[in-house]
């Protein structure tokens, strides 16, 4: 799929819309029975609606590194979130750098989560470093709440705190760059990312209102969970503020696409919508996480649909995300693909649609995979792999690694942490060394281990796994920008 497939797409203009935390099941048009979310249904309508989407990475900070650099973060050095010593490079090159050098005009707005935009260090690189031309946002999340951040940044100065709700002020700044202050005369890039429907939530009473009735409350307790285990204590009085939020995202969404609609746009651009990774969990006693207690996070109630696990898990709730694309006149209206796409796919995609040569000084690990918009198979030069190889106690555990090719998934374990060691110590010593597999095409779930049953799927598959996991770790490593 090249940019000759339609008339005049070698202008076509790219938008990137990045949720927070919202998992695979959160949406009307994925099958949630609760949540109203109409805009985000109507643009399913418009374009495809992915059911095998997968951000790069289970968290933040690595799914943002995999999306922008076509690379899968441990080799960008992102084995957790952004901090102490890890950012994103100056040495990395992202999508909106690319962009810039076919001229294009580049925006970013909201959580960046990539590198400190308040420069605590001034080896690391902004949004204004790494290819956009115009940015306001806010290093992480704005933890004091969506309507109170005080911490955003424009262009690398302090504005303080920016009336509105999060997603609203970030579509706000987009709708407003799009009217009156680009290039019109240039292609754009605009890249948005919300902090919604990420803890703290407290979304306008209007919204959480829809959902405080007896209806709701016996809808919700058909909602799976990924199989995590929730606290003990009843918080089910919490779930209308987050059902709450991803309808006010959804408002926000719709906005921002009636604003690209109403200028002419929407023949000439491809719209992306997803997530950064599954949906947050309640639980609070993580060993990885330092046993802290986070009572924000009793308001998530967001769902991985009927898949295990949720955010963290290399497990499918862990990474399956909501992928919708819009690009009219090219990808047919109402179409439903199952074809994988993961969150390294994007830089690849785009460049390979504008007809952009990849850089050729990097491993790109994602693969030019427009075909998945059009429901149909691309082969893969090598398989999908998701991590978080960090150490948790008896009561949140999980693997480390997942690996996808075809329609097998390896799940990879490491040893047990000897106390001996620290976290960074333990993980760049050790291989996997138990596994599980599943047939995700007959098992979505993941409840039957065909490990025992196909060992030698699982001897094919955990070398080409080990190889991966010690090539892509060691290449992160050599960066030195571990968070120590």
Known sequence: MTVKAADNHKKLNVVIFLADDLGYGDLACY????IKTPNIDRFSTQGVLLTDCHSGGTVSSPSRAALLTGRNPYRSGFYYIQGGNTYLSAGEVTIAEVLKTRGYETFFAGKWHLSS????????PGPGDQGFDY????????????LNSKEFIRNGKPVGQ???WYCDVVVDEASSWLREKRDTTKPFFLYLASHEPHAPISPPEKYSEMYNNPKVDSLEKTISYGGVTRPEKNISANKKEYYGTVSQLDNAFGRLIKTIDELG???NTIIIFTSDNGPETPVTNEESLGKWDDPAREKCFGTPGIFRGMKRYPYEGGHRVPGIVRLPGVIPAGLKSDKLFNGTDFFPTICKLLE????KSKIIDGTANFNAFLNKEVKRKSPVIWFYPHYVDTYFIMPQMAMREGRYILIGWLPVKPDSLDLNAWFFKFNPVKYELYDVIDDPRQRNDLAKKRPETVSSLSVKMTKLWIEMRDEGLKKNIINN
């Open 31 to 34: 099958g949630n029975p609760i």
């Open 117 to 124: 935009l308040e420069k605590k260090s001034k080896n690391e």
């Open 135 to 146: 940015w306001m946002g806010t290093t992480h999340n704005p933890f004091e709440g969506p």
């Open 162 to 164: 920016v009336k509105g």
């Open 265 to 267: 746009l929407r023949d």
């Open 356 to 359: 952009i040569p990849l850089p």
